[in-house]
């Protein structure tokens, strides 16, 4: 399955969170079916971190990576540093998770 | 008519405490005259204004008139003569048009909180393609500037809780051979949320912008989702080219060049203003200094 981020937010900017929301529905659907996703950044022209943490980052929250990884690719189309910044989401992303799992251990 | 109240500005405005000390000062001067409605900005005390801390000024204008209904003066002679750059960055300049010939300021303007076109739009052709910017900056580099301020205008539209209009501006420093850049938003500012977040333990302004600078966010524990990348990515490009980041939040100032001095941490200002001011100093040519 294949989703254009640009048609599903209408806008070449991916900012903000509320717009990552609408990205996070469909690549939510898609991960609790099984079913593999492509996310297609064609005419996106800018893209924040808050858009990818509310889109991408929250399924590494909550999923385990390997599920994800294995389910989800992209298109980088022309952000050529996409690549970096969703590394860094993902890694954001699960050093949370273990974080906060290290807390909720610490103070039970 | 009733005769102006007079507020009379000293020494100088910089992009510092000092001087944002002294326009929160004006700001609750005239916050606490409310049955006073027209004020005279006396600049003839003054020799130095940062351009830039116009987007700060306006943001104060713009609250005070909607608070108390106070609309302000200055005289324009004494504006034309010493301090032109708040026309040629369309802070003043009443109807005529804005025309900047020396090119060293960065349009003083405001946005909607939602209107992430129009900002875009605004950096890319305002702020990256001016004189002043670093020369090292190639295209991967701009556009990761570009999506790190995009950053600073989505906190504002997730995290600052307001619709009030985010005001911006900038200034270039030829002698200094630096360019700084402030954005300014009308909301919270830090602590409540991170206050809430952290079931009270951050409970002051300070110690909020402080965690916020760690890569600390609000959202995994508020809304169960990842954030707190932007602000710390600022400051990692400061640190990395000779530029510097000042945050502003509340009663807090915190600046990375007061890291290592005995203001370390931050100084607390006698009178906040509202929401977070971010000031952004770039180098324009880090290799030489």
Known sequence: MRIVVKNIINSPIAAFHTDGSLVFEKLEQSLNKGVSILVGFEGITQCSTQFLNASVGKLYLQHSPEIVDSLLSFDYAGLPHLAFKLAEVRENAIHSKTYDAILEEATT | ?289
């Open chain 2, 1 to 289: 008519m009733a005769e102006p109240t007079v507020f009379t500005l000293e020494n100088e405005i910089k992009t510092n405490f000092s001087g944002y000390n002294q326009l929160t000062r004006f700001y609750h001067f005239c916050l606490t005259r409310p049955n006073d409605k027209i004020f005279h900005i006396d600049f003839s005390n003054i020799n130095w204004v940062d351009g830039n801390m116009c987007a700060l000024l306006w943001a104060m204008i713009y609250d005070l008139y909607k608070r108390n209904k106070q609309t302000f003066t200055a005289d324009s002679d004494i504006i034309q003569r010493k301090f032109d750059v708040l026309m040629r960055n369309g802070f003043l300049n009443g109807d005529s048009p804005v025309v900047d010939d020396r090119q060293s300021t960065v349009p003083i303007r405001y946005f909607n909180c939602t209107d992430k076109e129009g900002f875009c739009d605004y950096i890319n052709n305002n702020l990256l393609t001016h004189r002043g910017m670093p020369e090292h900056l190639d295209n991967a580099f701009k556009e990761r500037i570009s999506e790190d301020l995009l950053e600073i205008f989505c906190n504002t539209q997730f995290h600052a809780n307001t619709l009030e209009p985010f005001f911006v501006g900038g200034q270039y420093y030829p002698t200094k051979r630096k360019l700084i850049f402030t954005m300014v938003d009308m909301g919270d500012g830090f602590l409540p949320r991170i206050s809430r977040a952290t079931n009270g333990a951050i409970n002051n302004d300070l110690a909020a912008i402080a965690w916020a600078l760690k890569g600390n966010s609000t959202k995994l524990a508020l809304e169960k989702c990842p954030g707190g990348l932007g602000l710390k990515n600022i400051l990692k490009y400061c640190a990395e080219n000779q530029g510097v980041l000042q945050v502003v939040s509340r009663g807090g100032f915190w600046s990375s060049d007061m890291e290592n001095t005995i203001f370390e941490g931050g100084r607390v200002l006698g009178c906040p203003f509202l929401g977070t001011t971010i000031n952004l100093m770039f180098q324009k040519n880090p290799a030489i200094f």
